[in-house]
């Protein structure tokens, strides 16, 4: 003879929905690597330089940007963690960066992730 199995009550469908509604309330972590600040598909101008040849740069421009990084195209492949001088045409003064990633691109070039230590970077067009 099998051991009867103990039969648990079920819910009912109102407290199954105040149960999916308190989860919902739950405040959901982001994942460590989710950006924090939002980017603008801003193009600003801007002058790239390694800090061994400040006076070689290139010019060229963002395809976003926030406070405190952007996305740079460049002709050049940068190596992460190398630190470029970045000088906007217009507004701030020259300031180190950290690079984050480049990726290359289909046509030629590369898309370039730069990260600025605070203070906030203020891009201007």
């Given amino acids: 003879m099998q051991p009867r199995r103990r039969i648990e009550p079920v819910e009912s469908l109102a407290e199954q929905a105040d149960y999916r509604v308190a989860q919902r309330k739950i405040p959901r972590l982001k994942s460590f690597d989710a950006r924090i600040e939002r980017r603008e598909p801003l193009p600003v101008q801007i002058y790239l330089a390694t800090l061994e040849e400040p006076r070689t740069r290139e ?43 480049c990726d290359p691109q289909p046509k030629g070039g590369y898309c370039v992730g730069i990260q600025f230590d605070a203070p906030s970077f203020k891009w201007h067009v």
Avoid: N
């Fill in 59 to 101: 010019r060229t421009v963002t395809e976003d940007v926030s406070p405190h990084g952007a996305r740079v195209l460049s002709k050049r492949c940068w190596q992460p963690d190398e630190v470029p001088l970045v000088t906007p045409l217009m507004g701030e003064f020259p300031k180190h960066a950290r690079i984050v990633y």
